[in-house]
């Protein structure tokens, strides 16, 4: 049995090395053309334009994988069935049960390795390449993020709003409003600041600061006037940290499968919507068990003698079907969020229904083949 675990694992592992390869290399290509419309823009040179497709590779990585682990596998069990190799094995004792085990173990680690790029290289990758590509700061389209915060103090309950117009580089914020309302929905104060930076337990140094304060209603009758200040800087306590702050103001794509329940947990308290969030974090939870639903799909092509079609025509199904997967995956992740539906089901319909495809699959060509 070692021997053949040898066999099938250096196999699927040398094919679907060469497939993600070629994956990569491909869309390394297609990232450095679209990126010459740049080059010569602020500064922007063609070796920032390399960098930024370089740093993309993770994130290419991560959604790719799964595909690359079809074909692969599919590649390989194709060439064993057509040698005639896998029919050998079948006959030495290699049961459809048996099968199934040796190939979950590969699965397994492919899943793991997906994990672990997704969730610890590809979201600060993803991060660095957003920030080098809008060296002079990302704004999230022209109204900035908002992103709210309700709190208590010994005058009552606040609700506040918190408007970002950018972030640079360096994490540094930029045109930031905050806007404070009492419990009836009346604005208290509202504080102008050009820059501001976040620090630990949600402290905000806010820099270059213009306050306006607004009397309470018992004072306004005794002719009180609003107050104006000005700031070189000013400290601000919110619980608003660097997590969520960074949350709101760069693509989902940049946050890991944590920071993305932290985040919406955050939502939920704040009563704003989590859909698109739940849904991203159900999805980020269960795409790496798509290598072990890949895999699975793969041997049923191991049962198909070598004269019921060529190998390319397998590898060809095995594209078609990965196409087929990533369009389904993105497809039911728009629909959820439309017609809210329940976020972890959408995000793992996808994958129970191809590993429900593989096991059909698997288990006719088992018994009429």
């Not at 390989?76 to 040698?83: D, E, K, N, V």
């Not at 199934?100 to 979201?123: K, M, R």
């Not at 045109?175 to 976040?198: H, M, N």
């Not at 739940?278 to 795409?287: D, G, T, V």
């Amino acid at each position: 049995m070692k021997t053949v675990r040898r066999l099938l694992y250096r196999d699927i592992a040398w094919s679907v090395a060469f497939v993600a390869i070629a994956f990569l290399s491909l869309f390394f290509f297609i990232d450095v053309v679209d990126e010459l419309d740049s080059i010569g823009r602020d500064g922007y040179t063609l070796g920032y334009a390399m960098l930024r497709s370089l740093f993309e590779l993770p994130g290419h990585f991560y959604e790719l994988f799964p595909i690359a682990v079809l074909i692969g596998t599919i590649y390989a069990m194709a060439r064993l069935a057509q040698s005639s190799e896998f029919t050998i094995l079948r006959t030495g004792g290699l049961g459809p049960g048996r099968a199934l085990a040796l190939l979950a173990v590969p699965g397994v680690v492919f899943a793991a390795l997906t994990f672990v790029v997704g969730d610890y290289v590809s979201p600060w990758t993803e991060r660095e390449a957003v920030l080098l590509k809008h060296r002079g700061g990302v704004a999230p389209g022209r109204g900035g993020a908002w992103l709210k915060e309700r709190r208590s103090d010994p005058q009552g309950l606040r609700n506040v709003s918190v408007n970002v117009a950018s972030i640079d580089a360096g994490g540094e914020l930029h045109g930031i409003r905050i806007f404070e309302f009492d419990g009836d929905g009346r604005l208290r104060s509202q504080i102008a600041a050009r820059s501001g930076s976040v620090g630990a337990e949600g402290q905000w140094r806010l820099r270059e600061v213009q306050r306006t304060d607004w009397p309470v209603p018992d004072e306004a009758g005794d002719n009180a006037r609003l107050t104006m200040q000005t700031h070189a800087e000013l400290m601000w306590r919110s619980t608003l940290d660097a997590n969520v702050v960074a949350a709101a103001l760069l693509p989902v794509q940049t946050m890991s499968t944590v920071e993305l329940w932290r985040y919406s947990a955050h939502l939920t308290d704040q009563d704003q919507a989590t859909q698109r969030h739940e849904i991203q974090f159900w999805k980020k939870a269960f795409y790496p068990l798509a290598c072990v639903v890949m895999v699975a799909l793969a041997l049923p092509f191991a049962y198909l003698h070598a004269r019921s079609g060529a190998v390319s025509y397998k590898v060809f199904g095995g594209i078609m079907l990965g196409i087929g997967f990533v369009l389904l995956n993105n497809v039911s992740g728009h629909l959820g969020v439309l017609k809210q539906w329940t976020p972890w089901l959408v995000a793992a319909a996808p994958s129970l229904l191809f590993l429900l495809l593989s096991m059909a699959a698997f288990a006719w060509l088992v018994r009429y083949r």
